[in-house]
T-cell receptor, first 115, second 112 residues
Framework: DAGVIQSPRHEVTEMGQEVTLRCKPISGHNSLFWYRQTMMRGLELLIYFNNNVPIDDSGMPEDRFSAKMPNASFSTLKIQPSEPRDSAVYFC?????????????FGPGTRLTVL | DQQVKQNSPSLSVQEGRISILNCDYTNSMFDYFLWYKKYPAEGPTFLISISSIKDKNEDGRFTVFLNKSAKHLSLHIVPSQPGDSAVYFCAASASGTYKYIFGTGTRLKVLA
C-alpha cells in the first residue's frame, strides 16, 4: 500500500518567491495534518483538515501561509512570499479519523530552504 | 511553552544493552501517549502507544512506561540494535482532540 506521498522532496527557493508543497494522503483516510519540523521547536502542527474541511489553522504562523484540500486525495501548503526563517522540513500526515487513538501516518517530508 | 519535553537531545548505547528514552509532560489533560521513530530523510513512523488507564505497554523489544503522578513516560528498548539508531519523538494528546503535541526528539545511537 502506498503511504502518504509528498512532493517535492527538496525545494530551494529565494526569499520572496512563492512555494507550494503537495501531499497525497493514504486512501480512505479522512484526516490530514500539516506539520513543520525545526531544530528549536521540533514538530509543530500547522493545520488540520477533516473530510477536506480545515478545522484548526491556529498553528499557521502567519498570513503568508495558506493550505487547501480541494478533494480527499490532495492537499497543498503554500507560502507566499517565502522568507529564510521558513526553512524547515514540512510533513504531511493522515489518519483514519479525528480520534487521537487513530495513528497518524507521516509522509517523507519536504525539506524547504529559502535563501 | 513546551507541554511535552524530551530533555536529552542525544543518547549513545552499546549494542545489546538497554536504551531508555525519557519524556515529561505538563498538561494533566493528556491521556494518550505515543512514541514515533524517525530515520534521516524519512517521515516519523509510529512505534508504540499507551493510554493513561495503563502504566505499561509492551511490543516486542519496546516497552513504554507511564507514571501519571510524575507526568513522565519512558521508552525502553531491550536489547538495543544498531538499526534502532534514529531520532525518537514522544507525543501526547487529550481525549476528544486530534492534536498530537510532540517533544523535540532524542537522537539514539546504538554502537556496534
Amino acid at each position: 500500500d502506498a503511504g502518504v506521498i509528498q512532493s517535492p522532496r527538496h525545494e530551494v527557493t529565494e526569499m520572496g518567491q512563492e512555494v507550494t508543497l503537495r501531499c497525497k494522503p493514504i486512501s480512505g483516510h479522512n484526516s490530514l495534518f500539516w506539520y513543520r519540523q525545526t531544530m528549536m521547536r521540533g514538530l509543530e502542527l500547522l493545520i488540520y483538515f477533516n473530510n477536506n474541511v480545515p478545522i484548526d489553522d491556529s498553528g499557521m504562523p502567519e498570513d503568508r501561509f495558506s493550505a487547501k484540500m480541494p478533494n480527499a486525495s490532495f492537499s497543498t501548503l503554500k507560502i507566499q512570499p517565502s522568507e529564510p526563517r521558513d526553512s524547515a522540513v514540512y510533513f504531511c500526515a493522515s489518519s483514519l479519523s479525528v480520534h487521537s487513538t487513530d495513528t497518524q501516518y507521516f509522509g517523507p517530508g519536504t525539506r524547504l530552504t529559502v535563501l | 511553552d513546551q507541554q511535552v519535553k524530551q530533555n536529552s537531545p542525544s543518547l549513545s548505547v552499546q549494542e545489546g544493552r538497554i536504551s531508555i528514552l525519557n519524556c515529561d509532560y505538563t498538561n494533566s489533560m493528556f491521556d494518550y501517549f505515543l512514541w514515533y521513530k524517525k530515520y534521516p530523510a524519512e517521515g516519523p513512523t509510529f512505534l508504540i502507544s499507551i493510554s493513561s488507564i495503563k502504566d505499561k505497554n509492551e511490543d516486542g523489544r519496546f516497552t513504554v512506561f507511564l507514571n501519571k503522578s510524575a507526568k513522565h513516560l519512558s521508552l525502553h528498548i531491550v536489547p538495543s540494535q544498531p538499526g534502532d539508531s534514529a531520532v525518537y519523538f514522544c507525543a501526547a494528546s487529550a481525549s476528544g482532540t486530534y492534536k498530537y503535541i510532540f517533544g523535540t526528539g532524542t537522537r539514539l545511537k546504538v554502537l556496534a
